[in-house]
């Protein structure tokens, strides 16, 4: 509303103007405000004419503008996400060497992946499908390491049919947004290998701790999610899709993935976060880019 009336009232202090001019110059303005339309009115020689200025559209105009922007970064989202399952999957055939998830348990176990992060049922089988084939691209998975701003680390893992296209798009996106790579393990101790598995909700610890132990699994830690009313619970590497069935006996919807996850994160300026997520964005709207996962807490 602020911004709104800021256009209105600019846009008054312009007619204005053009009142006095036109009134200088024989005319006969009136001019009208609704709030939404400002309209003036002149005659010349007996004549009518108007000039209308809509000013709300410039303020609505902005908000579809934004809205449009969101949907395509959120359409561009799901699309990196289906293009990323597409190619586990095709590994996954490969490395199993069978199309059948009931005798290949990666691809069991990839396919319940994708449908949980909503890849469509036609991919999957798109992706199944084109493993077979003699031609299809092998992919090769590969993990940076680099280091923004105030002492935050990132660690970047790849996907990729092209290692060396890969590995020049990764180092030209982080030297570019003032980040640094860094060498072979020098990031990569401070993380843990963990499941980690989101929860829309949140779950009583008790009785997750109690279906996760029902389920098999011998690691859990219960921690608020990313984003208001949701969780995240971490477990071993190999449980992730157990802890997804302990969840899902308590009515609950999740998504699971196995990450790196830092054993001391650390809080950096908002300068700081805003310089490393720009070499987070930038990294993201890379092809072979799988995954980015860092120590911020911010």
């Known amino acids: 509303m602020f911004v709104a009336m800021n256009i209105q009232q600019s846009l008054l202090t312009i007619l204005t103007l053009a009142f006095l001019i036109v009134q200088v110059e024989g005319f006969s303005p009136t001019i009208t405000f609704t709030g939404k339309v400002t ?24 908000a579809a503008a934004v809205r449009a922007q969101t949907k395509g970064k959120t359409d561009a989202k799901k699309s990196k996400v289906n293009a990323l399952y597409g190619k586990r999957i095709i590994m996954a055939v490969k490395n199993g060497g069978s199309t059948d998830p009931n005798a290949n348990r990666e691809l069991e176990k990839l396919i319940k ?19 077979s084939d003699s031609d299809a691209a092998n992919f090769a998975a590969s993990t940076f390491e680099a280091y923004g701003q105030g002492g935050a680390s990132m660690i970047i893992n790849v996907l ?28 990569m101790f401070m993380y843990d290998y963990k499941g980690k598995v989101t929860i829309e909700g949140v779950p009583d610890e008790e009785e997750l701790m109690e279906a996760a132990i029902e389920a098999g699994c011998d690691e859990m830690e219960l921690v608020d ?48 976060f805003e310089i490393n ?15 980015i996962e860092h120590n911020m807490l911010n």
């Open 225 to 272: 999610g990313d984003e208001e009313g949701t969780s995240i619970v971490y477990t071993g590497p190999k449980e992730v899709g157990t802890m997804m069935e302990a969840v899902d006996s308590l009515k609950f919807s999740s998504k699971g993935v196995i990450a790196h996850v830092s054993k001391a994160p650390l809080q950096v300026t908002d300068e700081e």
């Open 39 to 62: 309209k003036i009115l002149y005659k010349n020689n007996g004549a009518q004419s108007s000039i209308i200025s809509r000013s709300m559209p410039l303020f609505m105009g902005r």
């Open 277 to 291: 997520m720009g070499i987070i964005d930038a990294l993201e709207e890379l092809d072979d880019v799988d995954s």
């Open 113 to 131: 992946e994708a449908k949980t992060n909503n890849v469509p049922v036609d991919n999957i089988n798109r992706a199944i499908k084109r493993a």
């Open 160 to 187: 990729s049919d092209n290692p060396n296209r890969a590995s020049a798009e990764v180092k030209s996106a982080v030297k570019k947004n003032d980040g640094k790579m860094a060498e072979t393990g020098s990031v």
